[in-house]
């Protein structure tokens, strides 16, 4: 996974990855007290519940008898069988969910070193290790408190943003390596962004977000591929908006549903501005005087 690194490269970065997991791995050593305040949000404990009932068998409920939409699906598929181990011990299912957590973030700092070194103009020999982007962006992952926060509170956050940089990895090895003309490519992408979709419903604007920067960049010559990309990632997640529509009359999740009535019409123009601009500041950027150096390999 990491051997296009040099050889000290890739010693730190496995270093980061260990204290990643054992930092990660040691909350759930904690008194329940403490394991059900933080990094826990109240919010994680609607799709915790939802997870425990999955694994008794009583399908997509979060009290054991209404169906429910109001969640993000993959996080709670994956906490599933940590549930089923527990064998309805609540409290080490919440344990056990750190080592989901603690995978999450291990694979989240591979890719994204592997990432920041596919897009970084700079060759492992002309500078010293600490001004590395692959070095940075993995360091500041593993000990930036508000990240550890935000993807160990039992919410969908961390998957979510692992997804995304595979998403992006991926895109970027499409637009560096100048094989836009390979459908498959654009497939894969498109499966992968499904996958995301299914991490966070929101990530439906992220397709739509690379599918308008290759219609800008490429005009109609974009179109089969976008094609392609958004099939593939309508089939991947379809199951969620199938079993959305048959059960509750909406493709849009009760939470959803939920927020667009209670919130005022100017703020969420406010917080859709905000996210379509992280979005094309995503898909715009531009490696600049990297367009002709040597392309690094996966």
């Not at 296009?4 to 490269?9: I, L, V």
């Not at 409290?91 to 592997?114: C, D, G, N, P, T």
Request: net charge positive; charged share 15%.
């Amino acid at each position: 996974m990491l051997k296009s690194f040099a050889p000290k490269s890739r010693k730190i970065l496995y270093v980061l990855i260990a204290i990643t997991v054992i930092s990660r791995l040691v909350l759930a050593f904690r008194p329940e007290a403490k394991l059900a305040s933080r990094p826990y949000l109240e919010d994680a404990y609607y799709a915790f519940n939802t997870a425990y009932h999955l694994a008794q068998g009583e399908g997509i409920t979060a009290d054991g008898t209404h169906p429910t939409n109001g969640i993000q699906p993959l996080i709670v598929f994956l906490y599933v069988p940590f549930y089923a181990i527990a064998d309805g011990d609540k409290w080490l299912a919440l344990r056990l969910i750190f080592i989901l957590i603690a995978l999450l973030e291990a694979a989240s700092i591979i890719v994204l070193a592997k990432l920041l070194k596919r897009l970084s103009c700079v060759e492992e020999e002309e500078v010293h290790w600490w001004q590395k982007p692959w070095i940075i962006g993995p360091a500041m992952w593993t000990f930036l408190y508000p990240l550890i926060w935000h993807h160990t509170n039992g919410l969908e956050t961390g998957l979510y943003a692992l997804m995304i940089l595979v998403v992006t990895y991926v895109y970027a090895g499409i637009r560096i390596d100048q094989e836009e003309e390979r459908a498959s490519r654009w497939i894969v992408l498109g499966a992968l962004l499904g996958i995301t979709v299914l991490a966070r419903i929101d990530a439906v604007f992220l397709v739509g977000g690379i599918g308008l920067t290759e219609l800008i960049r490429r005009h109609t010559k974009a179109i089969p591929h976008m094609i392609l990309m958004a099939a593939a990632a309508f089939v991947i997640s379809s199951p969620w908006w199938f079993y959305n529509f048959i059960n509750f009359g909406s493709f849009m999740p009760i939470s959803g549903q939920s927020q667009s009535q209670a919130s005022v019409l100017g703020e969420n123009l406010i917080r859709s501005a905000a996210v379509l601009a992280d979005i094309a500041s995503t898909c715009f950027c531009r490696s600049g005087s990297c367009s002709s150096r040597r392309h690094y390999g996966s």
